[in-house]
């Protein structure tokens, strides 16, 4: 049986609800370089892969000679925005300071890790976490699990024993399954499963610390 001592969480559609401010930042970029915008749904069904793939997917392949002001324009404005609309999921203020307690927490995102530390910090849950993994932090990023490995190596645990990935986009259950660790996908964010299996599937983070006692 696993002895889990570490947990690693995704942090938009995980941790956090992010998708109006990234929609705004988004329609914000296109409207400057006289494109048509997009709706909330449809810019959530962009997010998980990183900034550049979210605005590729915004531009679509033919604006794309447009992506290197886009992406300038997005960043600028969204720096400025990162926490409008944005708000921690229910459940994830109450379990985070319990779960600190007993493992140590990391975040593995795409975002950028800069954007991602001020976001914990403005949300009030910084503290709660031993290391943040941005997607500009390694020189790859999710689904890529070099992000797990590095910190298994860092924190000198095993990933097929002893860490547990948590997250709600295929992304988040294919780069635990490649570094060898458990999987949760935590249901009613941003993304989707797809194909992909995890180990397990939770409604919310309510539900991860009994998840935890049994495993």
């Excluded at 049986?1 to 998708?19: E, H, N, R, Y």
């Excluded at 290197?68 to 609309?85: P, W």
Aim: charged residues 20%; proline residues 5%; contains cysteine.
């Amino acid at each position: 049986m696993p002895q889990i001592k570490a947990i690693l969480f995704d942090l938009d559609g995980t941790l956090i609800d992010s998708v109006t401010d990234l929609a705004n930042s988004v329609n914000y970029a296109l409207a400057k370089l006289g494109l048509p915008g997009h709706t909330r749904n449809e810019i959530k069904s962009f997010v998980g892969d990183g900034v550049q793939k979210l605005i590729k997917r915004s531009l679509g392949p033919t604006h794309m000679e447009k992506f290197a002001d886009a992406f300038v324009i997005f960043m600028d404005y969204y720096g400025l925005h990162l926490t409008d609309n944005t708000a921690l999921y229910p459940g994830v203020a109450e379990i985070l300071p319990q779960l600190a307690e007993n493992y140590s927490l990391g975040l593995l995102t795409n975002k950028s890790q800069k954007f991602s530390v001020l976001i914990l910090q403005t949300l009030g849950i910084a503290s709660y976490f031993k290391e943040v993994i941005g997607g500009d932090s390694l020189p790859v990023k999710k689904p890529d699990p070099a992000g797990i490995l590095f910190l298994a190596e860092k924190w000198g645990l095993d990933p097929g024993r002893e860490m547990l990935m948590v997250g709600d986009h295929a992304t988040d259950i294919e780069v635990g399954q490649r570094a060898g660790c458990k999987t949760v996908f935590i249901e009613g964010g941003i993304g989707i499963k797809r194909r992909l299996k995890p180990d397990f599937i939770l409604e919310s983070m309510f539900e991860l610390p009994g998840l935890l006692q049994n495993l």
